[in-house]
């Protein structure tokens, strides 16, 4: 007889490095759930980020995660869970738990399970620079000036150009990219894109909110928008061909590795080039994303750089380079 699965779930708290600005608001601290799910001596974890923007709590999520403990702890399957639980945090941090699970259990690792050819690179991954006034966004570029890739938030307002230039200035050699977070109109992203073309931004990511990007539609421009709140699961990427240039693929969510490759074959068969994003979070949640990484065109997974100290072990940072996890941390 198979042993027992046991199914823990916890929250923990992340102090960042300093507060994060976004164009909804700040914050301190990285709020995360973990799961753990053993079977005799072995044990899978994975972690998310329950996001307010989807209606997600700790609290919440955490429910949601009990719920289905007694059919975690049957036995169900990774398909199984995916007709339990929509997609979203509980369900990413259940999925990729399993991921690891079954992988330190068959002796193998999650990519070879995942059908991948070959094992995890280590990969260049963007340095996020919180909104500001522009004078203090100069300011923080210089001190990342030596990075290679910077992600800049915007989507709040009339100095958004200036706070692209002031970055521009303190980072001359960097290659940007920016995320409006929703915080445009169709006006406002006609008026930018040029300027913010010859600022040398390769890509806006979600600058209108998604109720709203049928707008996109036809809509001529020379950088790349990305979709992100748009894009959730594979089943949104058909319609997105017409509007977007590249969809942001995060755990958190597709609900887990499983559907995340789904998600990145469905975005290759449509013609969109891929990120791979992160929310603020430790190398565990990182860790997972680092398997559809793997040739994408754009890897935002710098969550554990933003805190004041990662778990232990964690993902190796050399700069903006991310090497894939050892087998301690997952998979």
């Not at 500001?132 to 307002?157: C, Y």
Request: glycine share 8%; charged share 25%.
């Amino acid at each position: 007889m198979s042993a027992r699965t046991v199914l823990a779930v916890a929250a923990e708290s992340w102090p960042l490095a300093s507060a994060f600005r976004i164009s909804r608001g700040a914050k301190t601290s990285a709020e995360t759930v973990v799961v753990t799910l053993s079977r005799g001596d072995v044990s899978g974890h994975g972690e998310c980020v329950p996001y307010a923007r989807y209606g997600e709590t700790v609290a919440g999520t955490i429910a949601q995660i009990e719920k289905v403990q007694a059919a975690v702890e049957a036995g169900l399957t990774r398909d199984d869970l995916a007709r339990l639980l929509p997609a979203g945090a509980a369900r990413n941090a259940l999925d990729c738990a399993l991921w690891d699970l079954e992988a330190k259990e068959a002796g193998k690792p999650a990519w070879q399970l995942a059908g991948l050819d070959q094992p995890p690179a280590p990969v260049t991954t963007c340095y996020t620079l919180g909104i500001d006034t522009p004078d203090a966004m100069r300011e923080a570029a210089r001190k990342a000036a030596s990075r290679p890739l910077l992600k800049v938030k915007l989507g709040a307002g009339a100095e958004d150009l200036d706070r692209i230039r002031a970055v521009r200035e303190g980072a001359p050699n960097a290659r940007l990219v920016i995320d409006a977070n929703e915080g445009w109109d169709i006006d406002t992203l006609a008026r930018l894109d040029l300027p913010l073309a010859d600022l040398g931004v390769e890509m806006i990511e979600q600058p209108l909110p998604a109720a709203e990007d049928a707008a996109l539609a036809g809509f001529a421009h020379r950088v790349p928008i990305c979709a992100d709140e748009s894009c959730h699961t594979s089943a949104n990427v058909a319609e997105l061909a017409g509007r977007y240039d590249m969809v942001n693929l995060k755990l958190d969510k597709t609900g887990g590795l499983t559907e995340a490759l789904a998600l990145s074959e469905a975005a290759r068969t449509h013609g969109l080039g891929l990120m791979v994003g992160c929310m603020v979070a430790t190398s565990l949640a990182m860790a997972p994303a680092m398997l559809v990484a793997q040739g994408a065109a754009v890897v935002d997974l710098d969550g554990p750089l933003l805190l004041a100290r990662d778990r232990v072990p964690g993902l190796r940072f050399e700069g903006s380079t991310v090497h894939p996890p050892e087998r301690a941390l997952w998979g």
